[in-house]
């Protein structure tokens, strides 16, 4: 589901949400993974300078997102998904 091109991927996940498939399903692989729009004390740590070209959210609150001027858009192919949505650029 994630484009073939893809080397950043951003995670914006809830405090409970178990990251550890998307860390297993993605090892090996060319991809950086590193959570962005951190809304807790370790968003000290946030690279602000990291731009992925898409994101997994545990959150579905629209059909767009946009991450420091840059515009991702719901996959069609999650839209009915329960969990983990993907947003791409």
Not at 13 to 37: K, V
Not at 59 to 73: I, T
Request: net charge negative; aromatic share 14%; glycine share 4%.
């Amino acid at each position: 589901m994630i484009p073939e091109e893809t080397k950043k991927i951003g995670l914006v996940l809830g405090n409970n949400t178990y990251e550890y498939p998307i860390w297993q399903r993605l090892e090996g692989s060319d991809i950086h993974i590193n959570h962005i729009m951190v809304n807790n004390e370790s968003s000290q740590f946030e690279d602000e300078n990291y731009i992925p070209e898409c994101i997994i959210s545990s959150f579905r609150e629209a059909e767009m997102l946009e991450y420091h001027n840059k515009k991702y858009y719901l996959q069609e192919a999650c839209m009915d998904n329960k969990y983990l949505w993907l947003y791409c650029s």
